[in-house]
């Protein structure tokens, strides 16, 4: 497929503008690059990088390594087998003046080989195919403001780490170790962007200063198994199943506050449940004339601070507590994505990538709502460093057949990721 050039702010328009002689060039230089970048867009929304896949995530990497190391990058793949996932692949650029960036994306998808979802197609400059806009639209934007800089020579001196990570859309557990190199990454830097899908609100460009966290819970509930003409008396009591539908009710009622939110993802109940994690399957056994004596439930629990999730928590684990007769319950939370505030460092991130916006004549970009987009590897990085997300290809319907990515919008990104990468490292 060949993609035609798209330009949504021509490049006189911009020239008018108050942009450094430099600026012009690099923004000169994105334009320039557009057939390049739908072409590698292309190639790797093509290659199937489910999580699960750890080939398909190591030939993405094959693909972006060696442009990478075109423009003056070290890289180097540190794997994970020892959490099951293919791994992580850093580019290291050596300089020694402006703030220390670090980059991050990741190469993995949702969609696994058995997807009936696997090639990139277009219809006008709309692209449809897994992974188009989460996030392999970001790694092409992130690649062609690189390339920008490079080929401007505004590249060289510049200090800044490229982490791109193959198992963000299914983490491998545990996360002390599959997220260990990042946090070291960040622990290094001055200002991290996340090239996670850009966001709007009400119609403008917004972009993400502060995401919310994403923990797992399994919640188990056991009864007297027995005849069912014996329900709610003394020597049968309530079963399982009435046990879980309490304490997943008093959860509907009372937990409700701010920013937070609590699924339930599946339920299985009856004289036998169980739940298994590796294939996020349920299965259970029983009859109508039977008290159950099992049921399991998970779901996850996503809070805007650590502080209400530990909250949450604590006040999760009071209802489970409250049995009802002949019952037991007991509750277990799951390691996952921390939250990430909003920081005086992050709001700054802001103010410098809005001054950037003001000389394109693009969208004054807002804090976008947390509650409004999932968690991603930004959050892991963020107590170390100044940070912000939404960096990434604009689209809909990720996660989904179907996936989309606005083709037109993916060079006015990148002129403005690579004009807001070129004032971080002066």
Known sequence: MIFRLVSTLAVTAISALALTPDEQKIVSAVNADQHASFALLEQIVDINSGTLNPAGVRRVADVLRPRFEELGFSCRWIAMEEVHRAGHMVCEHTGSHGKR?????HMDTVFEPDSPFQKLTRNGDIGTGPGAADMKGGLAIMLSALKALHDTHTLEGVNMTVFLTGDEERPGEPLSIARRDLVQAGKHSDAALEFEAGVQTAGHDAASITRRSAYG??????????HSSGIFGKESGDGAIYEMARILDHFQQELREPGLTYNVGLMAGGTKANFDQATATGSA?????????EAQAVGDIRTVTDEQYQRMQQRMRQIVSQHLSGTSAEIQFKEGYPAMPETAGNKELLRELNAVNRELGMDIMEPFDPVHRGAGDLSFVSP??????????YGSGAHAPGET????RQPEQTRRVALFIYRLTR
């Open 101 to 105: 960036v670090l980059l991050i994306g």
């Open 405 to 408: 990515i606005q083709l037109a």
């Open 217 to 226: 819970w399994v919640l188990t509930t056991s009864g007297k198994t027995a």
């Open 285 to 293: 056994f029983g009859k109508p004339n039977v008290i159950p004596a």
């Open 384 to 393: 170390y460093v100044a940070s912000i997300s939404g960096l990434g290809a």
